[in-house]
T-cell receptor
Framework: KAGVTQTPRYLIKTRGQQVTLSCSPISGHRSVSWYQQTPGQGLQFLFE???????NKGNFPGRFSGRQFSNSRSEMNVSTLELGDSALYLC????????????FGSGTRLTVV | DQQVKQNSPSLSVQEGRISILNCDYT??????FLWYKKYPAEGPTFLISISSIKDKNEDGRFTVFLNKSAKHLSLHIVPSQPGDSAVYFCAASAVKAAGNKLTFGGGTRVLVKP
């Protein structure tokens, strides 16, 4: 059974640009959540999508957005990149929503220069 | 404000001995707790969880203890093995209130010495 797949694994962008990250959940999983991991802030919740609807949102500026498609695949977009957006972005999926934990992907390492 | 805290950023233990990782939380709405393990360049992997209706859950070498009155949980690894060297995160959720959102602690880096 394939795990959670995130693409690309590594990305280098310039300040001011925008970026789109992709996440394919485990087959049959309908909930996809996104987290940002930085050395200073740890793992911070960005948002959760379930059946193409945003169910929950963390405390991030509007530059961070996401969406989920009918096949449960999800994308995360960050516009007007700032140096502080450099982080590991993790996607996680679960069968249902409910706070019982999920399976994480390996993440996309974004570096903003 | 940090609702989940892991006050020890690192822990070093001898192979075969017990590793004890601690986690404190402040939000009384949290009713489900999890531990994840993370190797560099990989996503966190689920280890063990516990519901607030229990005070202990055991799975092989891993045991999680929950003290609700103290808002404290701990993870015991017995015996510790070199492959356990990783960063461990505790996480909490308010299942009824907050959907699928997990709030993570800052992590504890464990080094198991052979």
């Amino acid at each position: 059974k394939a795990g959670v797949t995130q693409t690309p694994r590594y990305l280098i962008k310039t300040r001011g640009q925008q970026v789109t990250l992709s996440c394919s959940p485990i087959s049959g999983h309908r909930s996809v959540s996104w987290y940002q991991q930085t050395p200073g802030q740890g793992l911070q919740f960005l948002f959760e999508y379930f059946s193409e609807t945003q169910r929950n949102k963390g405390n991030f500026p509007g530059r961070f957005s996401g969406r989920q498609f009918s096949n449960s695949r999800s994308e995360m977009n960050v516009s007007t990149l700032e140096l502080g957006d450099s982080a590991l972005y993790l996607c996680a999926s679960s069968v249902v929503t409910g706070g019982y934990g999920y399976t994480f992907g390996s993440g996309t390492r974004l570096t903003v220069v | 404000d940090q609702q989940v805290k892991q006050n020890s950023p690192s822990l070093s233990v001898q192979e075969g001995r017990i590793s004890i990782l601690n986690c404190d939380y402040t939000n009384s709405m949290f009713d489900y707790f999890l531990w994840y393990k993370k190797y560099p360049a990989e996503g966190p992997t689920f280890l063990i969880s516990i519901s607030s209706i229990k005070d202990k859950n055991e799975d092989g070498r891993f045991t999680v203890f929950l003290n609700k009155s103290a808002k404290h949980l701990s993870l015991h690894i017995v015996p510790s093995q070199p492959g356990d060297s990783a960063v461990y995160f505790c996480a909490a959720s308010a299942v009824k209130a907050a959907g699928n959102k997990l709030t993570f602690g800052g992590g504890t880096r464990v080094l198991v010495k052979p």
